[in-house]
């Protein structure tokens, strides 16, 4: 089976285990970032056969998605009560995903990568609140770092813990790139604004402009880096092809702004 083939086949598997009728009736399907499962696979394949770095991609992925949905409730005050079961439906459907990627290790035997994972979310909830609570004014250098370590949190510790650290600045790059153009596309769409858009309105003058010349910078140099590290011997093959033609496929979306 060709490369292209087994991710499409963890995709629907895991679509398929997420669906949960009674939840998909308040709440909409959860948004699988089909980049990270990819990686988690393409990292976990490189020691393990392909039903366990299935698996274990699946639960990972998981993991992730619980903090999204987390992320997603409000905080408004709400008086009508179906939005008040919404936002409590949130929270549950939240824990439902969290306990799910325990439940689907534990069943594969793979409590260290339990261990990685729960070592993980300490390490993004802590960079999450020195981001938005910290009491000195971020700039705009500061900002970018802190997204960066926010939105690979996950993927830098499993990278790590599989002895991958050679991979880590590429994919913590990458998926930066992707949340600065999200970033971009929530402010073009109907002036929506992201938790992270906010955080940079609030400190940074002509977000949209710095935002654009962030992505081209970021995108050169990752293109750069990805050119010299296919030329090493040591790299990850899969993992710096895969990223290198969606770094192509994403700058091309931002420079047309279809994304």
């Not at 990568?113 to 609140?129: D, E, G, L, P």
């Not at 499993?158 to 596309?185: M, T």
């Not at 906010?198 to 940074?204: E, N, P």
Request: charged residues 25%; hydrophobic residues 40%.
């Amino acid at each position: 089976m060709a490369l292209n083939e087994e991710l499409e086949l963890v995709y629907h598997q895991l679509r398929s285990e997420l669906n949960h009728t009674y939840v998909q009736t308040i709440l909409p399907e959860p948004t699988i970032d089909r980049d990270k499962l990819a990686i988690y696979y393409l990292l976990f394949r490189h020691q393990e056969t392909k039903e366990s770095a299935a698996a274990c991609a699946k639960s990972v992925m998981v993991a992730e998605i619980g903090l999204d949905t987390h992320e997603s409730m409000t905080i408004e005050k709400q008086v009508d009560k179906d939005l008040i079961k919404k936002r409590q439906l949130t929270v549950l459907s939240g824990d439902f995903y969290s306990a799910l990627y325990y439940y689907s290790l534990a069943r594969q035997s793979k409590l260290e990568v339990v261990k990685w994972v729960a070592q993980a979310i300490q390490s993004f909830n802590v960079r999450k609140c020195s981001f938005f609570y910290s009491t000195s004014h971020l700039g705009w250098a500061e900002i970018i770092e802190s997204v960066k370590k926010i939105e690979s949190a996950l993927v830098e510790k499993i990278a790590c813990q599989l002895g991958l650290i050679h991979a880590v600045p590429l994919l913590n790059d990458f998926f930066l790139i992707k949340r600065l153009i999200f970033e971009k596309k929530s402010q073009a769409e109907l002036g929506q604004l992201s938790y992270f858009s906010q955080k940079l309105v609030d400190g940074v003058e002509n977000v949209s402009d710095k935002l654009d010349q962030e992505i081209k910078h970021k995108v050169a140099c990752l293109s750069m880096a990805l050119d010299q590290s296919a030329k090493h011997s040591g790299m990850f093959p899969q993992v710096v092809n895969y990223l290198h033609a969606r770094l192509i496929t994403l700058a091309e979306g931002f420079e047309e702004r279809t994304y």
